[in-house]
């Protein structure tokens, strides 16, 4: 049987994505470079890790240093791979399509309003916040005001670093009452 019997071929996508996850979580990583097999030991890393084949790895690290989103440095026998600033952001737009907001168990009784305001000159930004808020299952109560039961402060706060916006642009409120709110109350069957 061949020693890759675990490994399959995904999508390089897959393997960007993994590998930006890996260095967004990691913030840098730091590896022995004294080997001049280093590109290969840290594929060989990787790969273990996360079931992908070396080569392809490997062809991801160059490819994404190759594009700018991540640098290389070397200090004292230590190499350091971090993300660049175009990095960050292509590694957010992963985080940002992964994104699930973590129910209770039980709900506090508490209803968080996320309330946006966001100019018509970034209206690519307020259609794509919007179209997130819905795939979260975040409902809207009325006119740039949404509704949800649950605590979803950190997703909030992660959409709006990633779209560049304000706290003016967009509020985060969590409040006892919202008046007559048994419709809402049966629309997130609580």
């Known amino acids: ?14 393997i960007t994505k993994d590998v ?53 440095t070397k200090k004292n026998h230590q190499m350091y791979i971090r993300l660049t600033e175009k990095g960050r952001k292509r590694a957010g737009i992963y985080q940002i399509n992964d994104l699930k907001i973590k129910k209770a168990r039980k709900w506090d009784r508490k209803w968080r309003l996320i309330v946006f305001d966001i100019e018509e000159l970034k209206r690519a930004k307020r259609e794509a916040f919007r179209g997130i808020l819905k795939n979260l299952g975040i409902k809207l109560l009325q006119q740039s005001v949404w509704i949800y039961p649950y605590e979803c402060r950190d997703e909030i706060n992660l959409l709006r670093d990633f779209f560049g916006l304000t706290q003016k642009e967009i509020r985060y409120i969590v409040t006892d009452s919202i008046g007559e709110d048994l419709e809402w109350r049966r629309e997130f069957h609580l």
């Not at 399959?8 to 996508?13: E, L, W």
């Not at 280093?38 to 992908?52: D, E, I, M, P, V």
Request: hydrophobic fraction near 35%.
């Open 1 to 14: 049987m061949s020693k890759y019997k675990y490994y399959f071929k995904k999508p390089k996508s897959e």
């Open 20 to 72: 930006f996850l890996w260095l967004a979580v990691g913030g840098a990583i730091a590896i022995a470079a004294t080997s001049p097999y280093f590109g290969a030991n840290l594929a060989r890393a990787f790969s273990k890790k996360k079931k992908h084949r070396q080569k392809d790895v490997y062809d991801t690290f160059r490819r994404l240093r190759k594009e700018g989103c991540i640098e290389t």
